[in-house]
């Protein structure tokens, strides 16, 4: 294949998942009836029934707008439209992971491209993941400050910028309010993504610390690219729900790690519900 035919597909591939997002970003604008939004929050393992008890909160479920539902246990799959502080909000439950059967980069970024042009032009992502830094322990928040990129996959095209992704007027926001609530700053660390499905083994954990990780997982850190080369603000956090592997006894398990997710519930919602009312 020459290099005209390589740019001929490369270019049908990029124009077909841009009429994809865009799709579903007139689906989604068509379901909020007029609501106007300007944030969105894809909540990760564990995290997904915030914004259920807020008011003037309306829910579908992904396929109804066109948006691939995730085949892992606690990402229902659920669009959520929330008034929080001054702003309109879409709360996504659950994400589509690159490690899911047949699934393709574009699929997996479809909430974050759509919700973008519907008018979230700036996001939240949230994810769970394991410590790699010592320091950080199952249970705690951390903002994610920048990433290593060890997915395999790269969602921009040539040649965007990747400085500030995680934008740091968001993270001092951030720190502004976990510093009214608790006292205290929150930690704020380097987040590398694996593709997965399989966690780290304890010589992966030991490298990655050497290369600057502080925390693994198996997301995230492509959408904050695609967002990054849209324009967007992005926010990022992430909920340690386990320490990496070969660094205490025992294995890691899905199910584990969701239940950290479940007890850390309510004091991340308390903090996230925070943190939007007090963006402008």
């Known amino acids: 294949m020459n290099a005209s035919h390589k740019t001929t597909l490369e270019n049908y591939r990029v124009d077909r998942a841009k009429s994809g997002y865009l799709q579903r970003s007139v689906n989604i604008t068509k379901w909020l009836k007029g609501k106007e939004i300007d944030l969105a ?14 008011s003037d909160t309306m829910e579908i479920p992904y396929n109804s707008v066109g948006l691939p539902i995730a085949g892992v246990p606690g990402h229902a799959g659920i669009l959520r439209y929330s008034k929080i502080g001054r702003h309109g909000v879409l709360l996504f439950s659950g994400r589509k992971h690159l490690y899911e059967p047949f699934v393709e980069l574009d699929t ?3 909430a974050v491209r759509a919700a973008f ?10 994810c769970a993941t394991g410590s790699v830094n010592l320091k950080y322990r199952p249970g705690q928040l ?12 790269d969602p921009t095209q040539p040649f965007v910028a990747m400085t500030n992704v ?9 720190q502004c309010v976990a510093s009214r609530l608790y006292g205290r700053r929150l930690a704020e660390g380097v987040l590398t ?8 083994t ?10 600057g990780a502080d925390m693994a997982g198996m997301s995230t850190i492509h959408e904050a690219m695609a967002l990054k080369e849209l324009g967007a603000r992005v926010l990022g956090i992430s909920l ?13 398990s899905h199910e584990d790690n969701s239940k950290q997710g479940e007890k850390a519930a309510k004091r991340f919602s308390h903090l996230l519900t925070s943190i939007i009312g007090r963006l402008k």
């Open 240 to 252: 340690i729900t386990n320490y990496g592997a070969g660094i205490v006894p025992g294995d890691i």
């Open 202 to 211: 304890p010589a992966e954990i030991k490298a990655l610390r050497v290369l």
């Open 108 to 110: 997996t970024l479809m």
């Open 142 to 153: 951390v903002l994610i400050k920048d990433h290593i990129n060890y997915l395999g996959v």
């Open 193 to 200: 993504s694996k593709r997965g499905p399989s966690f780290e």
């Open 41 to 54: 929050v894809i909540l990760g393992s564990g995290l997904g029934d915030y914004g259920k008890d807020h």
């Open 166 to 174: 995680y934008d740091e007027g968001l993270r001092k926001d951030a």
């Open 117 to 126: 042009h519907a008018g979230a032009t700036t996001q939240i992502l949230t």
